[in-house]
């Protein structure tokens, strides 16, 4: 459903202990995902996961990623409206994400659910 919470990123330089936060808070079980960074992922809610990563040394700040129909149409839209998009990149199997800022400079993020999408090129 466009406009529905469907994930956030919570940055972590200790990924280990926002790990053992976060799970102590609220419950939540963590699986390690393959990557170029470290990247913990928790299912919240039948339609809502979460992660904890440390691909932004530093970065403070959770990144809510909504749900849309369209990521390119979508991207353009948050331009269109002031705001500030990157270029879509996919998830191998599972979709393609985009991180954003609103016209007040927030950062968010979009999804499109999308099994085909393909591993990154390069």
């Known amino acids: 459903m466009p406009g529905q919470v469907v994930h956030l ?6 990924t280990a202990k926002a790990r053992e936060f976060w799970g102590g808070l609220f419950g939540w079980q963590w ?3 393959e990557g170029p960074s470290e990247y913990h992922m928790t299912q919240i809610s039948d339609q809502t996961g979460g992660a904890i990563t440390n691909m932004e040394p530093g970065k403070r700040g959770t990144r809510v990623y909504f749900d849309v129909d369209d990521i390119n149409a979508s991207a353009a839209r948050v331009k269109e409206l002031g705001g500030a998009a ?11 994400f985009v ?3 609103d016209a007040e400079g ?3 993020g979009l999804w499109q659910v999308d ?3 393909p ?3 390069g």
Do not use: H, L
């Not at 990157?86 to 393609?96: H, I, K, L, M, N």
């Open 9 to 14: 990123e919570i940055p972590a330089d200790d």
């Open 31 to 33: 699986q390690e995902m």
């Open 86 to 96: 990157d270029e879509p990149g996919p998830v191998p199997g599972r979709g393609w």
């Open 99 to 101: 991180t954003c800022r």
């Open 106 to 108: 927030n950062e968010f």
């Open 115 to 117: 099994p085909s999408a």
């Open 119 to 121: 591993a990154p090129t």
